[in-house]
């Protein structure tokens, strides 16, 4: 069967194609950036596809024998003001595109929206799926609300919650009641309803075995993770400072904080339906999918971040093209040292770099620099790595992104996401000089206007220090 993923590259969408392609079917992914995707993914059943929605595209760019067609795109962390415009504006392009080929079923990923009123997320998901439904395909609807999974936002919040706090003042949203369901479950009913003739042109909410508070969830959580939490709720939290609390305490971003807040105050609670005993699917309770996804953190084995979507940070997609570091016009910060010892070693150390790893020298500065960002709405350092051991092109990885992850060339490049005035890159490259093997560690900064210059000669001295540090401690055996 061939099967189209628009987000093919968000968190849902990684984790649907490894089991669509064990399935036997063929995957055309949509992705805006072709050359991050195509580095994770070299299955031969698999066609990438580059594009943006928010833009008008060619007709003739989707393949006309399409059979299932995902539409995953959302954008509630890509800004607080118009990103229901965005949402509104890909669909549309998405419906006039995918209207030129055979598709017999559209499958759209939804909000749970029961509620008499409901907060700016939800109606945007609501728009979309009316858009949707105005096109030739007939379009299921599955409405889900908090997902539970290693790497899910909601997932991540709540665990930065409870191991950090142990007495926590809470606004009174915490009693809102919602319906969370494990994201294993949110595959099992996305790939259950491919072509299910009584699913077709219908909508289903899909959520867990249990309604829960979101305090009562926090609780929960604590239990599993052995911890005693005490949480006060008080009533004159408001939104604002409810939203200031989610993005200083946890590594969301702000505007997926104060999106998440206006939709916390909604109750998100399924109508019934028969849908996961149709499709014989066993609901997990919440503490078990909590569990589970601890075991996927513990073992490594987290397919999927939200905070490696472009959309958690204000860097343009566009940046992953540019594999080379400008020259002109920047501050450059070079450090060149012989290797003696194993070079596969230090590539280790290089892949390592960063999250509980930390940056091999000064570490305490990092976290203060990571504070400091986060005072002024930067992501800071919370963010840390998805995976402790592998590193992938488009990765979060602290406060960078990551441009280049070649370990065949022995080449890793960062960009900096953090708040600056300017644009600055981080890379290490292992290179051969007069037949020695040399770790070169580059820091570029590119400044803009005068504040970017005095903010170079003003941090100077610490770099002096601390890519000296780190290009020595990088040279020897990890501790």
């Known amino acids: 069967m061939n099967i189209l993923i628009t987000g093919a590259n968000g968190y849902i969408g990684q984790r649907l194609i490894p089991v669509l392609l064990e399935q036997g079917n063929h995957l055309f992914c949509c992705v805006r950036n072709k050359i991050r995707f195509e580095a994770e993914h070299t299955h031969e059943r698999i066609t990438i596809i580059e594009i943006d929605f928010l833009t008008p595209a060619n007709n003739a760019i989707l ?76 379009v299921t609807v599955l409405r889900a609300g908090i997902i539970v999974g290693s790497g899910s936002a909601s997932f991540e919040i709540i665990r930065d919650l409870v191991e950090k706090l142990p007495v926590m003042i809470t606004p009174k949203w915490l009693g809102t009641k919602c319906q969370p369901i494990a994201v294993r479950n949110v595959i099992n009913f996305l790939t259950g309803i491919i072509l299910k003739e009584n699913t077709i042109g219908k909508t289903f909410d899909i959520g867990g075995p249990e309604v829960l508070s979101y305090k009562e969830m926090l609780l929960k959580f604590a ?65 078990s999918a909590v569990q589970l996804a601890f075991e996927k953190i513990e073992q490594n084995l987290v397919d999927s971040s939200w905070k490696d979507a472009f959309s958690s940070s204000n860097t343009p997609q566009q940046m992953m093209q540019y594999v080379n570091v400008p020259t002109f016009g ?4 070079l450090k060149l040292k012989a290797i003696n010892k194993n070079a596969d070693d230090v590539i280790n150390n290089i892949w390592s770099i960063g999250g509980k790893t930390g940056w091999y020298y000064a570490t305490a500065l990092w976290r203060i620099r990571g504070f400091a960002d986060k005072m002024v709405g930067g992501v800071g350092l919370r963010r840390g790595r998805t995976n402790s051991q592998t590193i992938n092109a488009g990765d ?30 981080l890379e290490f490259k292992i290179l051969k000089i007069k037949n020695v093997l040399h770790l070169r560690q580059t820091a570029t900064f590119r400044p803009k206007g005068l504040w970017g210059r005095l903010y170079w000669y003003s941090v100077l001295p610490f770099h002096y220090f601390i890519f000296n540090g780190m290009i020595n401690n990088l040279l020897k055996k990890r501790i």
């Open 396 to 425: 979060a990885l602290d406060f960078w992104r990551v441009l280049v992850a070649d370990k065949q060339n022995k080449r890793l490049l960062l960009y900096a996401e953090m708040k600056l005035p300017g644009e600055a890159w």
């Open 223 to 287: 239990q599993v993770r052995g911890l005693k939490r005490l949480i006060l709720v008080i009533p004159i939290m408001t939104p604002r400072l409810s939203s200031y609390w989610l993005y200083f305490v946890t590594s969301t971003s702000y505007p997926l904080a104060i999106n998440l807040v206006n939709s916390m105050k909604v109750d998100v609670i399924c109508r019934p339906n028969n849908l996961a005993e149709e499709l014989d699917i066993k609901l997990l309770p919440y503490q």
């Open 330 to 333: 920047c501050f450059k910060d």
């Open 63 to 138: 393949p006309a024998n399409i059979d299932v067609a995902y539409y995953l795109i959302h954008s509630m962390s890509s800004g607080t003001e118009k990103f229901d415009e965005a949402e509104a504006t890909c669909a549309k392009h998405f419906v006039q595109l995918i209207g030129n080929t055979s598709t017999k079923q559209i499958i759209y990923l939804s909000g749970i929206s029961n509620a008499d009123k409901l907060s700016k997320h939800l109606e945007s998901r609501l728009h979309v799926e009316e858009i949707l439904a105005a096109g030739l395909i007939p």
